[in-house]
């Protein structure tokens, strides 16, 4: 079955960098589209970034542009998101998750989360 | 960018009642519609897509219909495990990036 690990959250101070994985298997990684959603503490959910399944293809949401670089790895099955420029308003749990299809729009898995949190 | 506004805000029931969860798009989503359950410390579960399909594994109890601006999600008989916040989220046509509502709050009466 599908499973998706994400790993690489901790405490940051405002302006540094911080990049968050996703170990992905049970599935053809390869051939699916990929994002990071987070959401703050008791909040919704607010989508991040999207990456094709060859990487070709990267999207972002406003709040972030500039500042993260979604990537991916196929060898390794592998999904990245390498954020800069941290602040307090990035403070989040970010999930790692699966598009429905390449690029359907819909995600149809979630990692279990990796908290961030900007804070001096 | 379109905004996805979802009401109400939270609906109190008791089990074996009926719910009705609305969201409405700032402008036509044609039928790109998704809605998502999320229980507290969990991940979100895709429960329908394309406004009205059910995701595999998802019980028939719930169904999603609506076009165009306004759609509903309804959970015909509510089961104890239910009781969660529930999303809607749009894809935009292209690029195919989601936007997700502010979700609805299903509580215990």
């Known amino acids: 079955q599908v499973q998706l690990v994400d790993s690489g959250g901790g405490v940051v101070q405002p302006g540094r960098s911080l990049r968050l994985s996703c170990a992905a298997s049970?599935?053809?990684?390869?051939?699916?589209?990929m994002h990071w959603v987070r959401q703050a503490p008791g909040k919704g959910l607010e989508w991040v970034a999207v990456i094709s399944y060859d990487g070709n293809s990267k999207y972002y949401a406003d709040s972030v542009k500039g500042r993260f670089t979604i990537s991916r790895d196929n060898s390794k099955n592998t999904l990245f998101l390498q954020m800069h420029s941290l602040k307090a308003e990035d403070t989040a749990v970010y999930y790692c998750?699966?598009?429905?299809?390449?690029?359907?729009?819909?995600?149809?898995?979630w990692g279990q989360g990796t908290l961030v949190t900007v804070s001096s | 960018e379109i905004v996805l506004t979802q009401s109400p805000a939270t609906l109190s029931l008791s089990p074996g009642e009926r719910a009705t969860l609305s969201c409405r798009a700032s402008?036509?989503?044609?039928?790109?519609l998704a809605w998502y359950q999320q229980k507290p410390g969990q991940a979100p579960r895709l429960l329908i897509y394309d406004a009205s399909n059910r995701a595999p594994g998802i019980p028939a109890r719930f169904s999603g219909s609506g076009s165009g601006p306004d759609f509903t999600l309804t959970i015909s008989s509510l089961e104890p495990e239910d009781f969660a916040v529930y999303y809607c989220?749009?894809?935009?046509?292209?690029?195919?990036?989601?936007?997700f509502g502010g979700g609805t709050k299903v509580e215990i009466k």
């Open positions: 989220q749009q894809r935009s046509y292209w690029p195919p990036t989601p936007t």
């Open positions: 049970g599935f053809s990684f390869s051939t699916y589209g």
């Open positions: 402008q036509s989503v044609n039928n790109y």
């Open positions: 998750a699966k598009d429905r299809r390449d690029s359907s729009g819909y995600i149809d898995s």
